[in-house]
């Protein structure tokens, strides 16, 4: 029998020490992830490890130039991680883009108080003094004026709402959301059943259709958010689904051009579906470039 890794993918699998440094970008230490306890003290780097380094990496790969433009533009660049969870992304972000500069600083927004409380701490051993954590809720942490840059990897369900809500409110240059479960608009579709086209229904009356394409439609809906709002959007996939099944990256650069067309092509999407996700702000008035 083959082995389940030729037809299904890599295989989820422990790398020794000498392979790990294949999968480090270039000026990662080992030593920050033996910190992070991504790889042991032997410096072994288990599967789960493997699999959250993979996609943190990726992700940091994609967003390089979101941060090269934002580090370079202003004297004093604010990046923001929400749902940070355990900080892997925001302590990876640090030492490579921030550590080496004498300016910016990186402010971790998670609602998990054990979690801010234990990357603060490294953070203080490691001495990232530029390294900022904040225990709440996305839509309630305290912000300052502007960021420009913010990212949200797997923030659940209406939590990349809530980014996206904080990213517009404070004007952010550059975002990067990774979705991750979706819950919200797929309950949605199943109260709008009785008032949305029997055709459209179709799309979404199996429970496993209305799971798959509420999540399609959540992200369709972001985006469209994002450009009626003045954002060039970028959908792309973050990395091989062996490393991560929630795999859809948002990119969004602001160009502070409102999209009229976006704009009605939501409202529109909106009313034939019969949704309304709660979290995100949707456009009001008629502000925007129009239909043309
Ligand atoms: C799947 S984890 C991802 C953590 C981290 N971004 C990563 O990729 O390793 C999602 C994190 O978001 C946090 N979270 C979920 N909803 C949140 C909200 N509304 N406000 C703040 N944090 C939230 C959870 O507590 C959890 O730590």
């Known amino acids: 029998m083959k082995a389940r890794g030729s037809t299904w993918g890599e295989p989820r699998q422990s790398v020794g020490a000498k392979q790990v440094r294949r999968e480090l970008l270039e000026n990662q230490s080992i030593e920050l992830l033996k910190t992070l ?6 410096g072994q780097l288990n599967a789960d490890a493997r699999r959250k380094l993979k996609q943190v990496n990726h992700f940091v790969g994609l967003l390089t ?3 090269d433009d934002a580090l370079e533009r202003f004297e004093k660049p604010l990046v923001v991680d929400v749902g940070s969870g355990n900080a ?7 030492e490579l883009f921030l550590k080496p500069r004498e300016n ?4 971790n927004v998670e609602s998990r108080d054990e979690l801010t409380a234990k990357a603060k701490e490294r953070a203080s051993a490691l001495g990232f003094s530029r390294m900022q954590f904040e225990t709440a ?3 309630k942490g305290k912000y300052p004026e502007k960021i420009h840059v913010l990212t949200a990897l797997h923030a ?4 990349t709402d809530e980014a996206i809500s904080v990213a517009l409110e404070h004007k952010a240059e550059h975002i990067a959301l990774v979705p991750c479960c979706q819950a919200e608009v797929a309950q949605q579709l199943k109260d709008a059943r009785p008032k949305v086209d029997s055709a ?3 799309l979404f009356s199996h429970p496993w259709h209305r799971r798959e394409f509420g999540s399609h439609l959540t992200n369709v809906i972001r985006a469209l958010v994002l450009e009626a709002n003045g954002y060039q959007v970028t959908v792309t996939e973050l990395a091989g689904w062996e490393h991560s099944l929630k795999n859809e990256l948002i990119l969004a650069r602001r160009t502070g051009q409102p999209n ?8 529109s999407l909106l009313s034939s579906t019969g949704v309304s996700p709660s979290k995100l702000p949707l456009p009001r008035g008629g502000e925007g470039r129009g239909e043309g």
């Open 104 to 107: 910016g600083e990186l402010l």
């Open 88 to 94: 892997y992304l925001g302590f990876i972000l640090y």
């Open 65 to 67: 130039p979101a941060l």
């Open 260 to 267: 009229g067309i976006a704009k009605k092509r939501l409202e």
């Open 37 to 42: 306890h991504l790889v042991t003290r032997d």
């Open 156 to 159: 659940c369900d209406t939590a």
């Open 200 to 202: 459209m229904q179709s």
């Open 137 to 139: 809720q996305i839509a």
